[in-house]
């Protein structure tokens, strides 16, 4: 497995862990980190109290994590 889809599936999973793979945006990446590990924690805090709000937010969530891991593939896979 390349170096490019390592990255992308490591920014799927963590945003701004893909783009630290691939040694791009990196000052951004370590925004969006801990930005990413709150995200996910109110997200897993809502699901008992609000189970209509977390699905929700769960769909947000992945189709955010999958814009970011196109974005380094498609940055990476050009390289």
């Known amino acids: 497995m390349n170096r ?3 990255a992308t599936i490591a920014n ?9 793979i691939a040694g791009i945006k990196q000052s951004l990446a370590f925004l969006w980190l801990p930005g990413f590990v709150a ?5 897993f805090g809502i ?3 609000e189970p209509t709000l977390y699905w929700v ?3 947000a969530v992945f189709v955010i994590n999958l814009g970011f891991a ?3 593939y498609r ?3 050009n390289a």
């Open 4 to 6: 490019s889809w390592v």
């Open 12 to 20: 799927f999973f963590l945003p701004g862990l893909g783009y630290l």
């Open 39 to 43: 995200l996910t924690i109110v997200e």
């Open 47 to 49: 699901r008992e109290s």
């Open 57 to 59: 937010m769960f769909a």
């Open 70 to 72: 196109i974005d380094v």
């Open 75 to 77: 940055a990476t896979s």
